[in-house]
């Protein structure tokens, strides 16, 4: 189950969101709310939150300013919803790897779709991940026997994984 943290500063908006979505069946949970970005940002440090959902124009904080002290350090995806059209904001939200930006007002049917993506994207990473994760304890394997067991191709391949997975 994936942690959906949901973050708007108009009340009726923000409950609009969680109630409206059927969460269980997208594989998520909203595990909180936060009615500024200040309180976003104490959430999303405390919680770990697999999706962000949040407003752009929000009070003390807003939500790209958020987004942009987190992001990096506690790996979700986030999604935008703002009554702001303006281009100016899609990309610089861009810039921090947000690829939904939905308008108000939200249409659920479409809300729903970009979670389903963003639920999507996390699940490719996971599997990718633990790929990854797998791979890596074969190659330590490898290392363990000696190197006249493990082929140059092996070899080259181990160095390629060491150097490009971080």
């Given at each position: 189950m994936l942690k959906v943290l949901v973050i708007e500063d108009e009340r009726i908006i923000r409950e609009g969101l969680i109630l409206s979505i059927p969460?269980?069946?997208?594989?998520?949970?909203?595990?909180?709310?936060?009615?500024?970005?200040?309180?976003?940002?104490?959430?999303?440090?405390?919680?770990?939150?697999?999706i962000v959902i949040c407003d752009i124009n929000m009070p003390i904080l807003s939500g790209l300013d958020m987004i942009k002290q987190t992001i990096n350090?506690?790996?979700?995806?986030?999604?935008?919803?703002?009554?702001?059209?303006?281009?100016?904001?899609?990309?610089?939200?861009?810039?921090?790897?947000?690829?939904?930006?939905?308008?108000?007002?939200?249409?659920?049917?479409?809300l729903t779709h970009a979670i389903l993506r963003l639920v999507d994207q996390i699940k490719e990473k996971r599997i990718f991940n633990d790929f990854i994760k797998q791979f890596k304890e074969?190659?330590?394997i490898l290392k363990f026997k000696s190197d006249y067991e493990v082929s140059w191709v092996v070899r080259k391949?181990?160095?390629?994984?060491?150097?490009?997975?971080?």
């Open positions: 969460w269980l069946s997208l594989n998520c949970e909203v595990i909180a709310q936060a009615s500024n970005g200040e309180e976003g940002l104490q959430a999303i440090k405390t919680l770990y939150p697999d350090d506690y790996h979700y995806k986030a999604m935008i919803i703002s009554g702001y059209s303006e281009l100016s904001y899609a990309k610089e939200a861009m810039k921090y790897g947000i690829q939904e930006y939905i308008l108000k007002p939200v249409d659920h049917q479409e074969e190659i330590n391949m181990i160095e390629y994984v060491s150097e490009h997975s971080h």
